[in-house]
């Protein structure tokens, strides 16, 4: 059954440094997504991207992040210079339209 | 904007009762989803309630839909240990949109 895949699965880095997350969605799928979820708590929308760009993007996307399709398959959500407040899991998804598709996350800790 | 409302945020329960998780929205939601997660890992779905009156069983899950109350259900029959989970409902606006989901059920059952 096809998946979505994330890589790294976790990532440590530096307060000020960039991280790229990187996601493969499932192959046919149109939309994309990247949520995020602080250790505990609910599950927070980012940014949706179809058609190669953002359709929406929550209040959390400021100008710290940004999300490319560099080709055909690759989803990444680059985090520019990283605070604290970043440390939490990331979750790619994709759909056709409707259900979506969650990747396995990507654990990120900014020390 | 929509928002997402589930109680009880923590419920335990012993194997073999029966139980309710309940999951209000604020305004009309295109559709409502159920997501299970285990302890740190990904969002695996469940269902996808598309209209008023929609009813659908897997397993001990049954998951309705109320749209005139605005509200999900998740119902337990006959716990079992391996339905120890956190268990998030999620509206949202429309096909392609981005998800908003509740603070989640951490559901724990104890033999």
């Known amino acids: 059954e096809p998946e979505v895949t994330q890589t790294p699965s976790h990532q440590v880095t530096q307060m000020g440094q960039e991280v790229i997350l990187r996601c493969v969605p499932i192959?046919?799928?149109?939309?994309f997504y990247w949520y995020r979820q602080i250790l505990g708590q609910k599950v927070e929308f980012l940014v949706s991207?179809?058609?190669?760009?953002?359709?929406?993007k929550s209040e959390i996307f400021d100008d710290q992040f940004s999300v490319e399709r560099p080709d055909g398959s690759n989803f990444t959500l680059k985090i520019r210079s990283t605070k604290l407040e970043d440390s939490a899991m990331y979750f790619c998804?994709?759909?056709?339209?409707?259900?979506?598709?969650f990747g396995p996350g990507t654990r990120l800790t900014v020390t | 904007e929509l928002k997402v409302e589930q109680n009880p945020l923590f419920l335990s329960m012993q194997e073999g009762k029966n139980y309710t998780i309940y999951c209000n929205y604020s305004?009309?939601?295109?559709?409502l989803y159920w997501y299970r997660q285990d302890p740190g890992k990904s969002l695996e779905s469940l269902f996808v309630?598309?209209?008023?009156?929609a009813v659908k069983q897997e397993g001990r899950l049954m998951a309705s839909l109320d749209t005139k109350a605005r509200l999900s259900t998740l119902h337990i029959t006959a716990a079992v240990h391996d339905l120890s989970a956190t268990y998030f409902c999620?509206?949202?606006?429309?096909?392609?949109?981005?998800?908003?989901f509740g603070q989640g059920t951490e559901l724990s059952v104890k033999p």
């Open positions: 998804a994709s759909s056709q339209q409707g259900l979506q598709y």
């Open positions: 192959s046919n799928h149109l939309y």
């Open positions: 991207f179809y058609n190669n760009e953002i359709s929406e």
């Open positions: 305004t009309t939601s295109d559709r």
């Open positions: 309630l598309l209209s008023n009156g």
């Open positions: 999620a509206g949202d606006y429309n096909q392609g949109g981005k998800l908003i």
